[in-house]
């Protein structure tokens, strides 16, 4: 009896402070945080750079059925015709020197992209301050945010970087005049993107594993014929930079042999995909990906069929493990 005459002084004590009305006092923000993340690396600070999205639609991906994308887009809620994709870029704070990994897409998809620039500046940056752009490769939602929207290099004083042969295929006049009606925007975007850097001299090409200084690119051609990720060590630590290895984390993890319309050749990029894949796996490497979900990093898990992606849980920046 004393026990539930304690119980209900409490319940009218607590009800006795409860605010009158549970309704909002304040008007919804509307807006999302910035778009950045950083994470350690050894030596070096990475900061994951979200420039938006894009909603491609799920009939892209090929090599399996409609019903097994849809399956497989369900089981992480993401089912429909069109999925939200992410676009990324990585900033890696190297003792001072800025590499920025990928530039985004500016607004040459629309106005859901072409933030990366707002991002750099938010996370404490200025574009003036990126000594290197590393390219995995020239499709425009990786290369395109070079520019402003005047058509001025964002970052006047970095050296842009990409394979010798991806600049051979995309840079060429005769596969540009020679390419179908709908895809020649592709060969006139990354075109114009580069066009300031290669009159500044500004503009470098590489082949094979070239080093960055801890910084080595890994070729990984299919999806573009120079498609390139790259690998960044320190003090014994390693991110496998995928780039476009992966668009669909919810299809193209279960079943890497799903290619994506995009690929260039697609025999080539699913194999590229399963070398990284496992590779990832094998050696517990810390990866991300400019279409996985923001910030795209994570590891590779080997399961008995296929892979699966983990996300990262969210960490307070350290440098000690």
Known sequence: MIRRSLS????????????????AEAPAAGTQVPGYYRAALG??????????????????????????????????????????????????????????????????FGPTLGFVGEQLRAAGYAPEQVDVVLLTHLHADHVAGVLTPDGKPLFPNAEIHVAQTEADFWLSDENAAKAPKDFKPFFELARKSVAPYQAAG???????EADFG?????????????????????????????????HSHAVQFAHP?????????????????????????????????????????????????????VPVEYSPLRKDK
């Open 43 to 108: 030596d070096l600070e990475i900061t994951a750079l979200y420039d938006g999205y894009v909603d491609l639609g799920a009939n892209l991906l090929l090599g399996a059925s409609k019903a097994d994308v849809q399956r497989l887009l369900a089981r992480q809620f993401l089912a429909g015709e069109k999925v939200q994709t992410a676009v990324n870029a990585y900033l890696i704070n190297a003792g001072g020197k800025l590499i920025l990994v990928d530039a985004g897409a500016a607004k040459a």
């Open 214 to 246: 801890g910084i080595k690119a890994v070729p990984s051609n299919g999806h573009t014929p120079g498609h390139t990720s790259y690998l960044v060590e320190s003090k014994g630590q390693r991110l496998l930079i995928l780039g476009d290895a992966v």
């Open 202 to 208: 500004k503009f470098k090409t590489f082949s094979g």
């Open 257 to 309: 042999e799903v290619a994506i319309e995009f690929d260039a050749d697609k025999k080539a990029a699913i194999a590229a995909r399963k070398q990284l894949f496992a590779w990832a796996a094998k050696d517990k490497l810390l990866v991300s990906g400019m279409h996985l979900p923001f910030p795209g990093l994570g590891h590779v898990r080997a399961e008995a069929k296929g892979f699966a992606w």
């Open 8 to 23: 209900a002084l409490a319940f009218a004590l607590g009800a006795a402070f409860l605010p009158f009305s549970a309704s």
